[in-house]
């Protein structure tokens, strides 16, 4: 077969679809050479990280000693899907099935003795499914993430914080112009 060599290749008026190939062939980008789509409207090509969302909890929120507290995080930075209850649940059901990434950030504002049991937990399904455990004075923060399956339809994630004062204490939100406590997730492509 024969090779074409120019510089431009259009539709003959300029505007429809330009179809390389035939089903079942494979068309091949030879190596060292660079597909530019920077400029170009993308379909159909490696996919996107949504549904997605990151929100923050905007003032102070008690915390009771020795329980497990749901964290209302009431602003939201961003919610691609609408798959964020920011007003009454404050929990994350993305409609799409696959893997996500979900992590939550929280400051905590004590300035007692150190105590021993301070969690940060993201619940599936009502559950506790990732969490960390650290110990801390004062002013602290603390962080976890991992990759959770949803199923697309009815899974959801909350975020919940436990800790052993002995007290109430507060979870710390915007300061100093920080977000200082975040609770988000993204979809994974790819896997």
């Known amino acids: 077969m024969g090779t074409i060599k120019t510089t431009n290749i259009e539709t003959i008026t300029g505007s429809g679809t330009l179809t390389l190939g035939q089903s079942g062939e494979t068309v091949s980008v030879p190596s060292g050479a660079t597909l530019d789509l920077s400029s170009a409207t993308q379909t159909g090509v490696g996919g996107t990280n949504t549904p997605a969302f990151e929100a923050v ?16 995080f009431q602003t ?32 905590m504002n004590y300035g007692g003795a150190a105590f021993d049991d301070f969690q940060v937990r993201i619940h599936l399904n009502g559950n506790n499914h990732l969490h960390i455990r650290s110990q801390f004075t004062f002013y602290r923060g603390i962080y976890t993430g991992g990759i959770i399956d949803f199923n697309g339809s009815t899974d959801y994630i909350e975020c919940f914080i436990y800790q052993s004062s002995g007290g109430s204490i507060n979870v710390d939100g915007v300061g100093g112009g920080d977000l200082r406590t975040r609770f988000g ?4 492509i790819g896997v």
């Open 76 to 107: 939201e930075i961003f919610d691609t899907d609408g798959d964020y209850d920011n007003t009454t649940n404050y929990r994350f059901t993305p409609q799409v099935a696959g893997k996500y990434f979900c992590f939550a950030q929280l400051m």
């Open 57 to 72: 909890r905007t003032g102070t929120q008690s915390v009771s000693n020795a329980s497990a507290v749901k964290i209302q």
């Open 185 to 188: 997730a993204y979809k994974l």
